[in-house]
């Protein structure tokens, strides 16, 4: 089945630790896309790529930073400088266009120990 | 920012029941969509309707667009328990990739 896999389900994140969040996904889609939410919340753009190597920041990248060196994979890293990181991450994606539908993996919840 | 807010913030129906949301947005589109999530699971798309048609059905589902009064509305008719969940507008702006703005959601419970 094609999908988004997003990995683990549930992260913990220390005092001024780095933690990164996968994101995996075999619809072939170009673009790829991470998002916040918090509780009771819309979804906030992090990031987004629409191309490998290629990436540009959504409205709330401060603190998150991002790869593509594969198409399938766009992996998140949540930095210490990110000082209030919990939160539903989503990743989503799409071939690109803004009509076409986002498809999204089932989260990862990050929280602080 | 948010381009989109929903309203009601939540909404309880009992099952058989219709429900309606509605989105509210402040820039001019390309496409509004609808979206549902499930508690603790990813976004699935519902359905999309361009900024030229006026109202699309998708099954139980049915669309509406206003670009005068930049809303739109998402009806559910003969609601069932299991389409309790949190429902997002989520508007296009700009064509490109970048552009999917999301609403804050209207939680739907539907009773048995």
């Known amino acids: 089945d094609g999908g988004i896999t997003q990995s683990p389900k549930y992260l913990f994140r220390k005092e001024g630790q780095n933690v990164t969040l996968s994101c995996e996904q075999n619809?072939?889609?170009?673009?790829m896309y991470w998002y916040r939410q918090d509780p009771g919340q819309g979804l906030r753009l992090i990031y987004y790529?629409?191309?490998?190597?290629?990436?540009q920041k959504g409205d709330i990248a401060e603190g998150y930073s991002v790869s593509r060196e594969k198409k399938e994979s766009f992996p998140l890293t949540v930095t210490s400088a990110q000082k209030n990181p919990t939160a539903f991450y989503l990743c989503?994606?799409?071939?690109?266009?803004?009509?076409?539908?986002?498809?999204f993996g089932d989260g990862t919840r990050l929280s602080i120990l | 920012s948010q381009q989109g807010e929903e309203d009601p913030q939540a909404l309880s129906i009992q099952e058989g029941e219709n429900a309606t949301m509605n989105c509210s947005y402040k820039?001019?589109?390309?496409?509004l969509q609808w979206y549902r999530q499930n508690s603790g699971r990813g976004l699935v798309h519902l359905i999309l309707?361009?900024?030229?048609?006026r109202e699309k059905h998708s099954g139980r589902l049915r669309v509406t667009l206003d670009t005068s009064k930049k809303s739109s509305s998402l009806l559910i008719t003969a609601s069932r328990a299991a389409d309790t969940a949190s429902y997002f507008c989520?508007?296009?702006?700009?064509?490109?990739?970048?552009?999917?703005?999301f609403g804050s959601g209207t939680q739907l419970t539907v009773l048995p």
């Open positions: 619809l072939n889609h170009d673009a």
């Open positions: 790529s629409q191309i490998v190597n290629d990436f």
């Open positions: 989520a508007t296009d702006s700009s064509g490109s990739a970048r552009q999917l703005t």
């Open positions: 820039t001019s589109i390309n496409n």
């Open positions: 309707i361009r900024s030229n048609e």
């Open positions: 989503a994606s799409n071939m690109g266009q803004g009509h076409q539908p986002q498809h």
